[in-house]
């Protein structure tokens, strides 16, 4: 279960980088971050308790996952980790889908 | 609860030094009155986080002549922070001090039972008079695999991850500075068994090697494709094993290739013994490298 240190370390880099209450935090992960958008919302509640952001919302931006065929040039989605081409080669860079961002906060005043 | 000095600890990571009675350093929070003494190494340090919140609640009398709801205003802070960005950072940290001195650090990965501490034990025992070699152990509890390597004489810091799955940059910079491996040497990280969350966590390494044995089902990479997309190395072992299982060598190979075109497939047996001299020789290659 990585998703709860990987919370953990999302709410630290928070407290440490704003003052005062937060409301919302909306975060980008990709789809082939290899976190779980669910897990990371369980997590949340249990890991902000007592801090300044309890009780906040949490947003999840998802981003599908693009790549580039290394011999085709194609580009295409990537619905799942398995990186394949419709042209048979497995030879691809990922150009995104593995984000795993904080966006902003939205914080009292 | 510490099993030293029986104070209760927050669960976080312990670092236990096995060529050094056992002593252990933790890190958690003493009331006031109690202490312990524990030994640093030169250039050890704790890090203690003081965190004041205060809240300031101030009660003022207003007269309103109508009720007034008072909604905070609130303000948007872009931050755009990576969310790994802090294990990165010390990943980083982890590899430059690596780096300049001549060490090469090598992320041991695989499920539980694949071999990883089988396979250290042989190459110790093979390798040891040719390169200095050091092992740090990742278990989430005991030090019965830091016991199997310590008994092959080579120097041993095990980590027990508590209730954590995975080591951290963090956790490994801790035991380094236990282990202190001296400059031109390999360090071998025994990662926590585990095919999943260990693969997110850049920890300074030179290579992420990636053990896996027959026992476990060719179709791995495909269930696992994270772990294998980041290894640099595949070791396929047990294969020993083979005519007991049903298991397709060159498809589990083609599904690692398909997952990571550019992973090279090392196959062994360490039990027999078989195909080990090029583990070594990637090995020794590593090493000139680095």
């Known amino acids: 279960m ?8 999302l709410v630290s880099a928070i407290l440490e980088r704003v003052d005062g209450r937060v409301q919302t935090v909306t975060l980008v992960i990709g789809r082939l971050s290899g976190l779980v958008p669910e897990s990371v919302r369980f997590c949340f509640d249990i890991c902000t308790q007592g801090t300044r952001l309890e009780g906040a919302a949490l947003d999840i931006i ?6 580039r065929c290394l011999a085709c040039d194609q580009e295409f989605e990537l619905p799942d980790a398995i990186p394949l081409c419709a042209c048979g080669s497995a030879n691809l860079e990922i150009i995104s889908g593995q984000e795993l961002k904080i966006k902003h906060v939205e914080v009292e005043v | 609860m510490c099993s030293t000095c029986g104070c209760s600890g927050d669960g976080g990571p312990v670092v236990t030094d096995l060529s050094d009675g056992g002593k252990h350093s933790h890190s958690h929070e003493h009331g006031p009155g109690h202490s312990h003494g524990h030994d640093h190494g030169p250039g050890h340090s704790h890090d203690h986080d003081h965190d004041h919140d205060h809240d300031h609640d101030h009660d003022h009398d207003h007269d309103h002549a109508t009720t007034v709801t008072h ?11 990576e969310v790994l960005a802090k294990n990165d950072l010390l990943a980083a940290r982890n590899r430059g001090w690596f780096e300049g001195r001549g060490i090469l650090a090598l992320n041991l990965m ?6 990883k501490t089988s396979l250290l034990e042989r190459t110790i025992r093979d390798l040891s008079s040719e390169l200095s070699l050091s092992v740090i152990e990742g278990d989430q509890e005991t030090v019965l695999d830091a016991e199997r390597i310590r008994a092959t004489g080579c120097r041993v810091v095990q980590i027990n991850t508590g209730s954590g799955c995975h080591l951290d940059a963090d956790m490994l910079a801790r035991g380094l500075r236990t282990l202190d491996p001296p400059a031109q040497s390999v360090v071998f990280i025994e990662n926590v068994g585990n095919l999943v969350c260990p693969a997110l966590f850049d920890l ?9 044995s027959v026992t476990e089902g060719d179709d791995k990479p495909l269930k696992y494709p994270h772990m294998f997309r980041a290894a640099d190395v595949l070791l396929l072992n047990k294969l020993d094993l083979l005519p007991y299982v049903n298991f397709d060598v060159e498809r589990c190979i083609g599904y690692a290739k398909q997952i990571n075109p550019g992973i090279e497939v090392l196959t062994m047996s360490v039990t027999r013994g078989d195909d080990l001299e090029r583990w070594y020789d990637w090995l020794r290659r590593q090493v000139t490298a680095a």
């Not at chain 2, 695989?110 to 071999?115: E, L, R």
């Not at chain 2, 300074?204 to 896996?212: D, Y």
């Open chain 1, 2 to 9: 990585h998703e709860l240190s990987i919370t953990e370390s």
């Open chain 1, 62 to 67: 998802e981003l599908p996952g693009r790549a």
């Open chain 2, 71 to 81: 909604q905070p205003s609130t303000r948007l802070v872009d931050l755009e922070v």
């Open chain 2, 110 to 115: 695989s499920s539980p039972g694949a071999g």
């Open chain 2, 204 to 212: 300074g390494e030179a290579s992420k090697v990636v053990i896996m």
